[in-house]
């Protein structure tokens, strides 16, 4: 293998794993895998080791070997090696959730218990002559001490592998004795009976007193080997994570066997690798994705025009793709499945030498708050093709937002007063603050929003609108025609203080809900306009806050009325004013992002246009897209998928690239260089 400096943990991956069936064992022929895998464009190999099944001959107590192994030869080595003469990277996957019910008769104390004490039993339904698995309990010997850590000692001594993932590390709520002495030590308090009363750090401080342990044996026992651990867009910390491992991995899947009305969200990979990449100086996230529909239906494909728009979002956000097979090419039914991972995997090569080491250009960072108002936020700049990161609230420092234009806070977010002095900083430097929602509860988020403390949170209000006011209305760009905007919610009255313009203002309810259509001679605006307003714009410093006392993002969330688009992208523009970056013809289910590496920028579009799930790919014609880059100027343009030229023009200050065609993902490579340069 190659001995670069930098390790190859730091450089963008294509990981593929194959989650094995046992009783495929004998299919496995390590030469072969390992030269389908390098056929399908892998640069790492994720094979199952330990855990629930040992795909080794493991002396551990309580460590369940496969019986179907061979017994002539060791498979796993068989597989190390082949991997390695390949060029690939060899990556052990261990899960010790759950094992078998003989192992539970012998050691009950490694087990979850229910409330009730009753064991948490997987599989008691299962067809076929399998036995019982149940779930371990992660404060417990098998997932520690007793079973995993000599697991991982026999497999870091008897195999070269490069990297250990740990498969479902994840809490369990469990009431057994050890878990019950933990909670009362650390809190004061007994273990609740309702998991909903745990202490909200419970879960998040198992998961990392038991990957600790991990690592440290790693690290102690062979330093160069890599751990990889998950991390959650919801449930975890973070940081936490970060403590424990070298490598962050995520798993956007997309499940659609839940049904069409439970699809899941479109930006869910994109904002899984924002999330992972907030964090500095560590390597890109891999995010995996399943090849199945759902769980339920492993055995077959996600229709492959969704699957490549959902693949796709991984590198193009940043992350690394990892993908998760059920079972090896021989046993893969549905051969839709190696052609996606192929064909994506092509295309990944191409661009990756660029987006090693590249950095986000985005103007607007997101604060995540893990609720429904900042998904809605991450629908609507997706939806509008603003670049933006994310940004954990403890990651809000002077220092990470002097990179930003734009800071968005949605609803919700609990203003400190540390948090109220970074921000009043922020936009004195030249930042804008955009904010929404109530601003009763937190007085310090009144001041910086220019509103007096006379305010008061109102009723839900149906049959509203927005009225734009004033001359010259940045906020009203696009929508000149449009006398109101519709509105339903709960409206915060704000009254403004002197320097505070209004940008908008509230038009009440003309009717009850129940009788909005009957009679339509009714219909009458009892008041056409008032003085509460719905936008409020206040300048501070070199940049300003931007107040709606409304839910811009529950609008969002649950009508997707291309008015709302509308708005948030004119308050990006506000925000932004003449130093917006980019900006490119507008099309819902269109995704951009902005890199920089040295001498060059990088431009990905992902085309998701149509209804999901995908049946098709729609191609987007004539794409326009509008480049300024304060002191450079644009030399070249080549897609690096399509391999070929772009034209360009320059157009007051901005370079113009005309992209004829999109289908699914392209990356654009943008030559530039200092401007003057004769």
């Known amino acids: ?45 994720v094979f199952n080791v330990g855990g629930i099944y040992a795909w080794y001959p493991s002396e551990v107590e309580g460590h369940h070997v496969n019986e179907y192994l061979p017994q002539d030869f060791d498979l796993l080595k068989g ?70 850590v000599p697991v991982l000692d026999e497999v870091l001594s008897r195999y070269d592998v490069d990297a250990v993932f740990f498969n479902a590390p994840h809490f369990l709520p469990c009431w057994c004795g050890i878990c019950k002495r933990k909670y009362e030590r650390l809190y004061g308090v007994p273990l609740p009976a309702d998991p909903a009363s745990f202490a909200a750090d419970w879960p998040s401080t198992c998961i990392r007193d038991n990957m600790d342990k991990m690592y440290r044996f790693i690290k102690g026992k062979r330093p160069e080997v890599q751990m990889i651990l998950y991390y959650n867009l919801y449930k975890d910390n973070l940081y936490d994570r970060l403590q424990t491992t070298d490598l962050l991995c995520t798993e956007p899947q997309d499940v659609l066997s839940e049904g069409h009305r439970k699809i899941p969200e479109f930006w869910k990979p994109a904002l899984s690798i924002k999330l992972g990449r907030s964090a500095h ?80 250009l985005a103007q607007v960072a997101l604060l995540w708050t893990a609720n429904a108002a900042a998904e809605g936020w991450a629908d609507g700049l997706i939806n509008r093709q603003i670049p933006f990161d994310v940004l954990l609230e403890e990651q809000a420092t002077p220092e ?11 609803e919700g977010l609990a203003l400190t007063e540390g948090m109220a002095a970074t921000l009043a900083g922020y936009a004195a430097a030249g930042g ?63 009254q403004p203080t002197a320097e505070t313009r209004v940008l908008a203002t509230l038009v ?50 649950e009508f997707k009325l291309g008015e709302h688009y509308q708005l948030l992208a004119n308050a990006i523009d506000l925000a932004l004013g003449a130093d917006k970056l980019v900006e490119v013809t507008n099309y819902q289910g269109l995704q951009l992002t902005l890199f920089e590496r040295d001498e060059y920028v990088l431009v990905h579009l992902v085309n998701g246009a149509g209804r999901r799930p995908l049946a098709t790919n729609l191609p987007l014609h004539d794409l326009s897209l509008k480049l300024r880059l304060p002191g450079r ?41 200092e401007a003057g340069r004769p």
Not at 81 to 106: M, N, P, Q, W
Not at 637 to 665: F, H, M, N, Q, T
Request: glycine share 8%.
């Open 400 to 410: 990470r937002l002097s990179r930003y234009k734009a800071l968005i806070a949605p």
């Open 508 to 557: 009440p309810p003309f009717a009850p809900l129940e009788c909005v259509g009957a009679p339509p001679e009714r219909a009458s605006l009892p008041v056409i306009r008032t003085d509460l307003p719905l936008a409020l714009h206040r300048p501070s410093g070199l940049g300003g806050f931007l107040y709606f006392p409304f839910s811009l993002s529950g609008m969002l969330n």
């Open 1 to 45: 293998m190659e001995n670069n400096e930098r390790g190859w943990w730091h450089k963008p991956q294509r990981i593929i794993q194959t989650n094995l069936q046992v009783k495929d064992t004998h299919l496995i022929e390590p030469r072969r895998l390992a030269r389908q895998m390098k056929e399908l464009g892998a640069t790492a190999l």
């Open 79 to 148: 597989v190390v090696d082949a991997c390695h003469d390949e060029g690939i990277r060899f990556i052990a996957r261990l899960d010790f959730s759950k094992t078998d019910d003989i192992v539970y008769l012998k050691r009950p104390g490694w087990f979850v218990r229910k409330p009730d004490g009753q064991p948490e039993i997987i599989g008691a339904h299962r067809p076929g002559a399998w036995s019982l698995l149940m779930s371990t309990c992660l404060n417990a010997g098998y997932r520690n001490e007793d079973v995993a």
């Open 633 to 673: 100027r644009v030399v070249g343009v080549r897609r690096l998928i399509a391999e070929d030229a772009l034209c360009y023009s320059e157009e007051e200050g901005a370079a113009v690239i005309d992209i004829p065609k999109l289908e699914v993902w392209e990356c654009l490579l943008i030559r530039t260089e």
């Open 432 to 494: 804008h603050v955009i904010a929404e929602g109530d601003a009763a509860d937190y007085p310090a988020w009144r001041d910086l929003l220019g509103v007096r403390d006379q305010g008061a949170a109102g009723e839900l209000l149906s049959a509203a609108y927005l009225r734009f006011e004033g001359a010259d209305n940045p906020l009203q760009a696009g929508l000149a025609d449009t006398e109101l905007l519709a509105l339903r919610g709960a409206v915060y009255y704000a």
């Open 281 to 360: 100086d560590v390597p890109a996230p891999l995010g995996i994705v399943h090849s199945s529909p759902g769980m339920e239906w492993r055995h077959t494909g996600l229709p492959p025009a969704e699957y490549r728009f959902w693949l796709s979002q991984i590198p193009a956000h940043g992350g690394s793709i990892w993908h998760s097979l059920t079972g090896i090419p021989e046993t893969i039914g549905d051969k839709r499945i190696l052609e996606t991972v192929a064909a994506l995997n092509r295309d990944f090569a191409q661009v990756e030498p660029y987006m090693d080491g590249a950095e986000t």
